[in-house]
């Protein structure tokens, strides 16, 4: 983008945005898809927002094209925005040590991190269906896993779809890979609901129509300003130890939480 002074511009001001949307509308690319398979009111227009928002980062995509007469790098979900060839795109490349090394830093962080949650945050939702929290990570986990073994090593990324759906509408070759991927997140998650009754009824989150869109434009606005999305770099690239994905999480978090206290 070369907005800043940094080669990860487009991770910082996407992560921003990204955050923003998520505390606006309470979604992100991901569950925006599972908010619809389950009947989330705010959903349906957090996905207007989404879809807009992918048609028109689809035409600022083809206008950059056009005038630089390359593809400006994005539409895989994980592309990681900011490495380039010939630097270092790795934390434990830039820090001089070994992988095993920084993925217990990385683990001992997210122990933590799973320890302030339960210490600090109400459960007794998920408990009282008899859900365990963790149950969902470890369906994350066997997802990316199906992933990478039935697409050839492809991983997870929710806002490439949006992307792929805004190039239908500017006549761009089509791509069906992501939009497939979304089919069938918004069909598990209706399935599923339909099957575990202790799911049912969705409890409705106070979000009005206005800002589950503008949340929605949001999310995946910046989500492909950055080159992916809390699955794209929250999920898959940061268990690659990706410096542009710890970047783009950092940045959404603290935007995200930013503001979230105004709001409040």
């Not at 995946?220 to 699955?231: H, L």
Request: charge should be positive; hydrophobic fraction near 50%.
């Amino acid at each position: 983008l070369n907005l800043l002074p940094t080669r990860y511009d487009g991770n910082l001001l996407g992560g921003a945005l990204l955050g923003a949307g998520m505390a606006v509308s309470g979604a992100c690319p991901g569950t925006v898809l599972a908010q619809l398979g389950v009947g989330v009111k705010s959903g349906r227009y957090a996905l207007c927002g989404a879809l807009l928002a992918g048609v028109v980062w689809s035409w600022v995509v083809k206008r950059r094209t056009r005038t630089n007469h390359t593809p400006p790098p994005s539409g895989s979900g994980h592309d990681f925005k900011g490495e380039t060839t010939g630097t270092t795109t790795t934390v434990y490349g830039a820090l001089g040590v070994s992988r095993g090394t920084v993925l217990v830093g990385l683990e001992a962080a997210l122990v933590l991190a799973v320890a302030a949650a339960v210490r600090f945050t109400d459960a007794s939702a998920a408990a009282a269906r008899g859900i365990p929290p963790y149950f969902a990570g470890l369906a994350i986990v066997a997802a990316q896993l199906v992933s990478m073994v039935l697409r050839g090593g492809s991983l997870l990324g929710a806002s490439t779809p949006f992307e792929e759906l805004g190039g239908w509408v500017w006549g761009t070759k089509r791509k069906y890979a992501g939009v497939l991927f979304s089919a069938g997140v918004v069909g598990g998650a209706w399935a599923v609901s339909q099957a575990v009754p202790a799911l049912r009824p969705v409890t409705e989150m106070a979000v009005s129509p206005a800002r589950a869109a503008l949340g929605g434009f949001l999310v995946v606005f910046g989500s492909r300003m950055a080159g992916g999305c809390t699955s794209g770099h929250g999920i898959s690239g940061m268990s690659l130890m990706s410096i542009s994905s710890l970047v783009t999480v950092a940045a959404t978090f603290g935007a995200g939480g930013l503001v979230g206290l105004l709001m409040s």
